[in-house]
């Protein structure tokens, strides 16, 4: 038996599941459903082109700002800067002679030995050398406390110097220059103790030169050339080189420092090696040839002639004690030594 739906007051009657009891109809006009389809078709293609002309975009952004970092940030010079723990080095660049860390290893004189002289003003502090029980196994801890007595390494010096690059970035050091003072051949005393044999140097310096310049030693190629004009030392983080130095002079006695001047980061710097502050000092031989290359004759250097040591003294073999000793010698046959 069917049953009759309530009616609702004002409304109308419908079937159940009928909806709204209103039915959507769809065009009969085939041009409007195709026109439809295109229509979403050509939004759901517009949508995928933005897409990737946004992902597109996005890598050329991405692109143009790596490059730009790599151009305009250079990772070594920050870390060079944060290594400084200053936040100002990061722009304003290094602190001059901090990238550089130079150390004397070893000095010694220009006989390879242990030979010095002191004027007269410091014949009370020679005393203690000349009076040597032994020959000093420290040869640097001895001409330390030589150059601390105001003496001076006879016939030239040697020095060991270490370089160590203390920045990311490398270092180069492109030049060594000599800051020198002439000063009185000293008269006072000599210590002569020698020794056999002798080390070999990597460059060599003339102080008596109008301009003293590095020149390479290479008995294979002739003479001495400019060391900085066949050589460079870089250093990169860490990285140590010793160079051996060989400082000459003939004719005078010099007081002197060395500034080495290098690069890093782009910006040119120099660092002054000396004795905590104070200067080496070297004199010459007052004897005709005194140098391994031959040198000036008592009668024309007149800084030379007649220069006659007060005092000497040789560590020399004993007879009598079947050993060596420090004995003093007649200061006239120095040179015959």
Not at 70 to 80: C, E, L, P
Not at 108 to 126: I, K, Q, R, V
Not at 321 to 328: A, F, I, T
Request: proline residues 5%; charged residues 25%.
């Amino acid at each position: 038996m069917a049953r009759a739906q309530k009616r609702k007051p004002g409304g109308s009657a419908r079937a159940p599941g009928s909806g709204t009891g209103r039915k959507r109809s769809r065009s009969k006009d085939p041009s409007t459903r195709e026109g439809g389809v295109l229509i979403r078709t050509f939004r759901r293609t517009t949508g995928r082109w933005k897409a990737a002309i946004g992902a597109g975009l996005t890598a050329v952004v991405v692109a143009v700002v790596v490059a730009f970092a790599s151009n305009m940030v250079d990772a070594d010079r920050i870390g060079d800067g944060v290594r400084n723990r200053d936040p100002e080095q990061l722009i304003a660049g290094f602190r001059p002679g901090d990238a550089l860390q130079t150390t004397i290893t070893n000095i010694h004189d220009g006989n390879d030995a242990w030979t010095a002289a002191f004027d007269e003003a410091n014949l009370s502090a020679a005393e203690r050398f000349m009076t040597l029980t032994e020959v000093p196994g420290d040869r640097n801890g001895y001409f330390n406390a030589v150059l601390d007595a105001g003496g001076y390494a006879w016939g030239g010096m040697n020095l060991l110097l270490e370089v160590e690059g203390k920045r990311n970035q490398e270092i180069t050091i492109f030049d060594i220059r000599v800051n020198r003072s002439t000063v009185s051949v000293p008269s006072g005393a000599v210590v002569l103790v020698y020794n056999q044999g002798g080390d070999t140097s990597q460059m060599q310096i003339d102080l008596d030169a109008a301009v003293p310049v590095p020149q390479i030693l290479d008995d294979n190629v002739g003479p001495a050339r400019p060391f900085f004009k066949v050589k460079r030392i870089g250093l990169a983080a860490g990285q140590k080189e010793t160079l051996s130095i060989e400082m000459d002079t003939v004719r005078s006695a010099y007081e002197f420092t060395l500034s080495i001047d290098y690069e890093v980061g782009g910006e040119k710097f120099t660092s002054v090696v000396d004795r905590d502050g104070k200067p080496f000092r070297v004199t010459a031989i007052p004897c005709a040839n005194a140098s391994r290359s031959g040198g000036p004759s008592q009668s024309d250097d007149p800084l030379l002639a007649g220069v006659i040591y007060q005092r000497a003294s040789l560590y020399a073999y004993e007879r009598e004690l079947q050993g060596y000793r420090m004995k003093m010698i007649d200061p006239t046959t120095v040179c015959g030594q």
